[in-house]
């Protein structure tokens, strides 16, 4: 998997070259400032992390690395597949065109190449088109869907596949939701319903409640989130099209604001391009860009 961040953050690497054209052994504290700027670190976690570093002008790849990694340095307790008797019950949820039913796609594929079967759910029965876009997901996969017509009850859907995937003895249920509705109250219903339903049909049920988000909206992110949050507490994140953004240091601002989990990033439109987040990995991809190596 290593080296595999860095296509989604060429983008973000770019602009951090920019900003500093030649890699340093140390590097100069406002420098660092505007080169977290550009890749959209937020203000005010660059005022924190400066802050934490030692008080010197100019500070080490370590000293950044130790402060850099603290924004991560929470637990993730969103519950793990092998912890849950199957069907392991993911609910995914975002704002329209985040990334959602791509995201299910590219999470099924996985579980797929892991040797688990599938089963999808398509609970956004708002958009007739967003049924068919699952269902084409499906068959380009190989997993069942369940669905049904547009108008119909979401968590009627999101019911009848739990207990499809029970009786086929199907290990991970992904179900899609709707992005926007006819207003917000509207929605925030549907999602708490969709919950509850799951959870009659299989109890705890959703086992994790995903919040996709759209990397290229950088900072914004953080109060949609918060909104999604209180309507249904979510478990994990997802960002996604972290290939299409130079703002990749949002992350650091996400996760600071959020105490979230990050499962996966999402790095192009193809089934294979969503890759488990390592906040290590991301860091020293990062820094990679800013300091010159120890072995030359
Ligand atoms: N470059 C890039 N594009 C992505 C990524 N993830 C999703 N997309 C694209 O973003 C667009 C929207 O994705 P969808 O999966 O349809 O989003 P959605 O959240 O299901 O949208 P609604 O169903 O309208 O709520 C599509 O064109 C996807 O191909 C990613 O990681 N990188
Ligand atoms: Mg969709």
């Known amino acids: 998997m290593l080296g595999f961040i860095k296509k989604g953050l060429e983008k973000t690497l770019g602009a951090i070259k920019e900003t500093l054209p030649e890699k340093v052994q140390k590097i100069d504290k406002q420098i660092l400032e505007e080169v977290l700027l550009e890749s959209d670190v937020p203000y005010d976690t660059i005022e924190e992390i400066i802050y934490y570093l030692p008080p010197q002008k100019s500070v080490g790849r370590e000293d950044v ?56 759910g398509a609970s956004d029965t ?71 339903i799951c959870n009659k049909a299989y109890e705890g049920a959703p ?21 999604f949050n ?21 992350l650091f601002g996400i996760a600071r604001e959020l105490k979230l989990p990050i499962l996966y990033v999402g790095v192009g439109e193809g089934r294979d391009d969503l890759i488990p987040f390592s906040a290590d990995e991301f860091i020293d991809t990062i820094l990679d860009a800013m300091f010159v190596s120890n072995n030359g």
């Open 65 to 120: 690395k130790r402060v850099l990694k603290s924004y991560f340095a929470y637990d993730n307790n969103a519950t793990k597949a092998e912890a849950i008797k199957p069907p392991f019950v993911e609910l995914i949820i975002g704002v329209n065109g985040a990334g959602k039913t791509t995201t299910i796609a590219k999470l099924a594929n996985n579980y797929k190449k892991d040797g688990k079967s599938v089963m999808l």
């Open 126 to 196: 708002f958009r007739a088109a967003a049924i068919e876009q699952l269902k084409i997901w499906s068959e380009k996969i190989d997993v069942p869907i369940v669905y049904t017509q547009q108008g119909h009850d979401p968590s009627a859907v999101a019911y009848d596949t739990i207990c499809s995937a029970i009786a086929k003895k199907i290990d991970h249920v992904i179900i899609d939701t709707a992005g926007r509705l006819h207003n917000h109250a509207n929605l925030s219903n549907e999602l708490k319903k969709i919950a509850r």
């Open 207 to 227: 086992h994790r409640k995903i919040l996709v988000l759209d990397g290229t909206q950088g900072n914004s992110c953080v109060n949609q989130a918060k909104a």
């Open 230 to 250: 209180e309507i249904v507490g979510i478990d994990a994140l997802i960002i996604t099209k972290l290939d299409g953004t130079a703002k990749g240091g949002s």
